[in-house]
Nanobody, 124 residues
Framework: QVQLVESGGGLVQPGGSLRLSCAAS????????MGWYRQAPGKERELVAT???????NYADSVKGRFTCSRDNAKNTVYLQMNSLKPEDTAVYYC??????????????????WGQGTLVTVSS
């Protein structure tokens, strides 16, 4: 039906930058909120940033001023630009989207979709 595919994770030194991408595909009618969450080892998954279809963003206090969330509605893609990375940013980052899709019966359905996760490691 609908899937999210993330890319862009990896190993970076403290103070460095990474850009994550997440593309949605499938029988999509529209996508409302898209966002990023992360889960560090031994911790619960937490919100990083969200963005509405109109471009309104929301950030966790821990990433404000360092991370920027943006999206390309025409490509059903959301991005997370991460600057001034810290070791405490190390986590698996998950993309999330609230999607309206068209099912096999041509009906419109709401669905919350998660990506498979991409690992970001900040270490010297």
């Amino acid at each position: 039906q609908v899937q999210l595919v993330e890319s862009g994770g990896g190993l970076v030194q403290p103070g460095g930058s990474l850009r994550l991408s997440c593309a949605a595909s499938g029988s999509i009618f529209s996508i409302n909120v898209m966002g990023w969450y992360r889960q560090a080892p031994g911790k619960e998954r937490e919100l990083v940033a969200t963005i509405t279809s109109g471009g309104t963003t929301n950030y966790a206090d821990s990433v404000k001023g360092r991370f920027t969330c943006s999206r390309d509605n025409a490509k059903n893609t959301v991005y997370l630009q991460m600057n001034s990375l810290k070791p405490e940013d190390t986590a698996v980052y998950y993309c999330n989207a609230g999607v309206i899709y068209i099912d096999y019966a041509r009906s419109y359905r709401n669905l919350e979709v998660w990506g498979q996760g991409t690992l970001v490691t900040v270490s010297s």
